[in-house]
């Protein structure tokens, strides 16, 4: 089985999973594992997605499964994406009364979140378009690296995303994510055409701290749009790097302050 979701466009035997862990053959039909799975729900605060500037103040059911089609070393999220978590079924039918229910409460819609919600592409999909209809809003956080047909198919439902930018180099994104930034920055462009967008990086020391890089990653995102809010966050030890130390918070102010020459909104993440 080919499948096309994502740019590593897995070839998977017979029995076999892609990369990403959601995704079997099996007797040579292509499923999706993680259809109506759930590992988290919670009703966040949409600063804590991170989004800034769609509709501040409110909160958001959050619902998480498992699975991630990258394999970053820091990965804040490793039990879901890349553990073996317990899971509760859930229709989207269900997600969505449980949204509409929360209504009272601030609740502006549903985030698809916590792992990495392309990979649940058939579950977001029809709770997406569900929720629309209910007058619910949907967010989905991404690292981005989806197939640009299935992005396409998604985006009428969707309102807003935030989107890892992880790095602004190839080889960041080919050695520490098994990943190409090529792609990511496609999703970028194509999303802002069609939804409210926001940009997170977590800066991580020695790996993509320098000034250079902030100015060229901030460069290229004032080309698509100067008014796209960039989130860069601080690192704390996690997974397969808990040897590097937590960026200095100094670090961070810099690298504001550079991005700021280019960008409109500029939010520093994890610093008190
Ligand atoms: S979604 Fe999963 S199975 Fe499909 S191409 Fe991406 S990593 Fe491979």
């Not at 990403?20 to 919670?42: E, F, H, P, Q």
């Not at 989004?51 to 909160?59: A, H, K, Q």
């Not at 309102?159 to 790095?167: E, G, S, T």
């Not at 704390?236 to 670090?251: C, G, R």
């Amino acid at each position: 089985m080919h499948c096309h979701l994502c740019p590593h466009n897995c070839v998977i035997s017979p029995g076999r999973e892609g990369v990403c862990r959601a995704r079997k053959n099996i007797d040579g039909v292509l499923y999706s594992m993680n259809y109506g799975k759930l590992t988290s729900l919670a009703l966040d605060p949409i600063e804590k997605k991170p989004l800034y500037r769609f509709y501040p103040g409110s909160l958001i059911l959050s619902a998480g499964t498992f699975g991630c089609n990258l394999k970053c070393s820091f990965c804040q999220n490793w039990t879901i994406s890349h553990g073996t978590p317990s899971t509760v079924d859930i229709s989207p039918s269900a997600l969505v009364e449980k949204a509409v229910e929360l209504k009272d409460e601030g609740n502006i819609g549903i985030a698809y979140t916590y792992n990495e919600p392309s990979i649940w592409f058939e579950f977001v999909l029809d709770t997406a378009a569900m929720a629309k209809e209910r007058g619910l809003k949907n967010v989905l956080v991404t690292n981005g690296y989806i197939g640009k047909e299935p992005l396409t198919q998604l985006l009428p439902y969707v309102d807003a995303m935030n989107i890892d930018l992880k790095a602004f180099s190839d080889g960041f994104y080919r050695d520490v994510c098994k990943g190409s930034l090529e792609a990511v920055k496609q999703t970028v462009e194509t999303a802002a055409k069609k939804c409210h967008v926001e940009v997170t990086t977590l800066v991580i020391p020695g790996f993509n701290d320098s000034m250079e890089e902030i100015e060229e990653l901030s460069r290229w995102l004032a080309s698509v749009s100067q008014e796209i809010p960039l989130h860069l966050t601080r690192f704390f030890p996690n997974y397969k790097m808990k040897d590097i130390l937590p960026t200095p918070v100094d670090t961070l102010r810099k690298a504001r302050d550079i991005a700021k020459k280019n960008l409109r909104y500029v939010y520093l993440g994890n610093v008190w």
